[in-house]
């Protein structure tokens, strides 16, 4: 069992900055990979960033160059920096985790940006 706790989201003006923070039970180096999702009323949940165990990552193209996914496995936690945040921006961020071909999820942090 992998349990996933999100915070850092909020309130904040368009062209501004979060910092989301997803910390992960247990050791994340069993973790295959983890990523973010984001989700809207209505929608479906999308992806946002990956990253693998070898640190690779993988980018919305929508978010490509204003954000960045990063993990600290002496913390347990990953990260989603985002800047020159835009109001489509605006959602439920989700951390997930994928172990041994099981996918885990957080209860999600609502992120708002206003024009």
């Known amino acids: 069992q992998v349990q996933l706790v999100e915070s850092g989201g909020g309130l904040v003006q368009a062209g501004g900055s979060l910092r989301l923070s997803c910390a992960a039970s247990?050791?994340?180096?069993?973790?295959?990979?983890m990523g973010w999702y984001r989700q809207t009323p209505g929608k479906q949940r999308d992806l946002v960033a990956t990253?693998?165990?070898?640190?690779?990552?993988n980018y919305a193209d929508s978010v490509k160059g204003r954000f960045t996914i990063s993990r600290d496995y002496a913390k347990n936690t990953l990260y989603l920096q985002m800047n020159s945040l835009k109001p489509e921006d605006t959602a439920v961020y989700y951390c997930?985790?994928?172990?041994?071909?099981?996918?885990?999820w957080g209860q999600g942090t609502q992120v708002t940006v206003s024009s």
């Open positions: 997930n985790a994928v172990k041994r071909g099981s996918p885990y």
């Open positions: 247990g050791s994340i180096f069993t973790i295959n990979a």
């Open positions: 990253i693998t165990k070898a640190g690779s990552t």
